[in-house]
């Protein structure tokens, strides 16, 4: 069936560095790739998507390309502030039907530091 | 814009009880799905409902119903609360095609004692 493997936390940071979350997916077909957020003591809310071969999410400094070669969708940004401070999860979802279901990774907690 | 309402966002129950979490959507999304938060194990997919009158299981559906008489509301309902219960659950809810992503709620924070 369809997962998904991202690397563990936490990760810590010192304001301005570079980030690397790494994130790879076993799907049949060509599923769709979404990064989601979670700051603390909310819900998830969508980062960024990609839904087919070679496309680059983005949004917020953050990005991710859809790798199919690799299978892997890795979150990155260039320099990181306090306030990115959140926990990460990378998701896919498929075709229809019982298979349009979103799955997600364990999650990565990010702590930037000042 | 409401998007996905949950309620309530706190509840502690005694071992043995039920309840009914809600959720209602406002986006005219077809599939909704419930998900439990537990550290170290990402979101695991409870139940989830494809449209009105049609759910399915996901992968930790023991000691939880739901149903979907409306295209809005999900409710879940524990039929006798247990401490491995204890979780946050979100609800969630999307268009059915691939493409697009999925709305959450803001949780729900349930202890059980």
């Known amino acids: 069936g369809n997962s998904v493997t991202q690397m563990e936390g936490p990760v810590t940071l010192s304001e301005e560095a570079f980030l690397t979350i790494n994130c790879t997916y076993t799907a049949t077909g060509y599923p769709s790739l979404f990064w989601y957020v979670q700051y603390p003591g909310e819900g998830l809310q969508l980062l960024l998507k990609?839904?087919?071969?070679?496309d680059k999410g983005s949004n917020k400094g953050f990005e991710a390309t859809y790798r199919k070669e690799t299978t892997s969708f890795h979150l990155e940004k260039g320099s990181v502030q306090v306030s990115d401070s959140a926990v990460y999860f990378c998701?896919?979802?498929?075709?229809?039907?019982?298979?349009?279901?979103?799955?997600f990774g364990t999650g990565t907690l990010l702590a930037v530091q000042p | 814009n409401a998007g996905v309402t949950q309620t309530p966002k706190f509840q502690v129950l005694k071992t043995g009880q039920s309840m009914t979490l809600q959720c209602a959507q406002d986006?005219?999304?077809?599939?909704m799905s419930w998900y439990r938060q537990d550290p170290g194990m990402g979101l695991r997919l409870i139940h989830y409902s494809v449209g009105a009158g049609i759910t399915d299981q996901g992968e930790v559906p023991n000691g939880y119903n739901v149903s979907r008489s409306t295209t809005e509301d999900f409710p879940l309902r524990l039929l006798s609360a247990a401490p491995s219960q204890t979780s946050v659950y979100f609800c969630?809810?999307?268009?059915?095609?691939?493409?697009?992503?999925?709305?959450f709620g803001q949780g729900t924070r349930l202890t059980v004692v």
């Open positions: 990609a839904t087919k071969a070679d």
């Open positions: 986006m005219n999304h077809e599939y």
């Open positions: 969630a809810s999307s268009f059915g095609d691939r493409a697009t992503e999925a709305f």
């Open positions: 998701a896919l979802k498929g075709y229809g039907g019982a298979t349009n279901k979103l799955i």
